[in-house]
């Protein structure tokens, strides 16, 4: 009898015991495929691929104890009695029972998610980690339009947006933004929240179109979860500041479509929570009476001008002293400068700029914004206004107070974390080119020149790269450059010294064997060097080609083949830098052309 020989109708084992296909995981369940799929996607249970596929390759399999897990779970009976309540309003309105059909859509059986992310996060910091898709997806669809009878309700595009708005003003207060990136997709944000980088994507402020090429109700399902995540992340993080949640807005500004300022300037009035009586879902009631509050402020207000009116030797204005010294070293360097950067500064913008993104982006480093449109806070005449972001190339009139700059202006200062001169983004000139601070270019293998260029101002900014000397007051960028090409030209000079030494055998060789060097002389100059490389580049090819063969020699077949694709990797990496050369040099040559 064979070792693992096991009798008909005995218990499984191995592979077919711990993995089970799609369909029989939805006939163990009892419920339909769509049903499944949306329990699967509120669970976090996702498909796993066994070493030996016991049914074949073209089958989906699940683990047998996450479906299990699901076969427990409450919303399954949840589904049910929808099910069963569909039902009934159908065979109503069968029998034209309207009242009573009408009865039935007035109480719909409902249910919550709260638990689910409870169980699916067990810390905050777990959340956090996993909110990246979470927020694309709620900018995603609050990009959306709110048509009556289209396939995503209005409420649900009503309620992405107020939450992306949200999250929004708390980034901004709190100046947790650290990268910004326009690309062709949208614009890409990155904030530091709580130890935590998060990364999202927001859409162009574009008239999008709903497309038959995309299951809606699969993505409605995630929004349907993300929602409740987003709202639960948000409860926590306005808790963390003393302000109340949910807000309550302006109804002029938010009837004004200006909801992202009027969050502002909630959050700015610096409100303390009342005491929730929920677990963190659930509106929270004030129990502070606003007269006691009000007191606490006047007192608090004698008391600071009591002791900016003291002496500077008397104990109660050291001690004040010494309380905002400490404030501001326990606070992180990154958020100083952050709050900083545009600090003192007022920016007025144009009505055909991205306002949405730039009230984000300016208050978020300390800046004072405004725009064109009613509920902004001050006008285009107001003469304390730096920098008035405008995209056309004319002006109707111009204030010689201020300076007219790009959009991309405010992007590449962000990035950087230093303002940058304005000259190169003056209105009805062609920009620079737009450096994403996603991609690491020296992970890459190419550094563009405006990079280079982004690195000086950032350098001469935070006094890290000091002058050499000699070179007085010159580009500090020159210097990077030439600190990057260093090993470059040692190579190089090594090159010529082995060439040299070799030259010099090679007469030393003439001597001895009688040959006249005055014939050979002129011919030995003219290829001397092309021989070198040629014998340089050809050891070099051989010798790389050694050292592979030795090692897919000793590895086995599974490194030999990562290896393989590591090569395949840096290949195309090579041909990507080689194509972006061509490029470069493609259009140096026609800029060129242009100025003769």
Partial sequence: MPKHYRPAGKKKEGNAAKYITRT???????????????????????????????????????????????????????????????????????????????????????????????????????????????????????????????????????????????????????????????????????????????????????????????????????????????????????????????????????????????????????????????????????????????????????????QHQLPANEPGALMHLVEESTADDTEEESVKECRTLFKDMKFYLSREVPRESLLFIIPAFGGTVSWEGEGAPFDETDEDITHQIVDRPTQSHVFLSRHYVQPQWIFDCVNILKVIPTDDYIVGRVPPPHISPFVDNDKEGHIPDYAVTLEGYKSAGQNQVMPLPGLGDEDLGSSIVEAKSEHNEFAQKKRELEMQEKKYHEELKMEIEGTTFSNLSNKKADSAADVADEDEKAAIEQAEKDADDIAKSVVSRRKRGLMEAMKISNDRKKSKVELLKQRKKAAESSASAKRR
């Avoid at 249970?45 to 089958?59: A, I, L, S, T």
């Avoid at 300022?261 to 879902?281: C, D, I, K």
Wanted: charged share 30%.
């Fill in 24 to 306: 029989k995981a939805v006939k163990y369940l009892q419920i339909s495929l769509a049903v499944f799929r949306k329990l699967c996607i509120l669970k976090g249970v996702f498909p796993r691929e066994p070493k030996k596929k016991v049914e074949g390759n073209h089958k989906t399999y699940y683990h047998m104890k996450d479906i299990a897990f699901l076969a427990h779970d409450p919303l399954i009976e949840k589904f049910r009695e929808i099910k069963v309540h569909r039902k009934k309003v159908k065979k109503a309105m069968a029998k034209k029972n309207r009242d009573l059909a009408d009865r039935l859509l007035n109480r719909p059986p409902t249910y919550k998610l709260d638990r689910l992310i409870i169980e699916r996060y067990p810390s905050f910091v777990d959340a956090l980690r996993d909110l990246d898709d979470c927020l694309t997806m709620v900018h995603l669809f609050a990009a959306l339009p709110a048509i009556e009878g289209e396939r995503v309700q209005v409420q649900r595009i009503h309620n992405c947006r107020r939450l992306s708005h949200e999250w929004q003003a708390y980034i901004s207060r709190t100046n947790s933004l650290r990268k910004t990136f326009i690309s062709v997709k949208g614009i890409y944000y990155q904030a530091e929240v709580q130890g935590q980088k998060i990364t999202w994507l927001t859409p162009h402020a574009l008239q999008q179109v709903l497309t038959d090429d995309v299951d809606f109700n699969v993505m409605l399902t995630f929004l349907e979860f993300y929602e409740t995540l987003l709202g639960f992340v948000n409860f926590k993080l306005y808790h963390s500041i003393n302000v109340n949640y949910p807000p309550i807005l302006d109804p002029r500004l938010e009837a004004l479509a200006a909801e992202l300022y009027a969050l502002s300037r909630y959050m700015s009035s610096g409100r303390l929570p009342g005491n929730p009586e929920s677990n963190g879902f659930i509106e929270g009631k004030e129990t502070e009476n606003n007269k006691e509050s009000s007191k606490t402020d006047e007192s608090e207000l004698r008391l600071a001008q009591l």
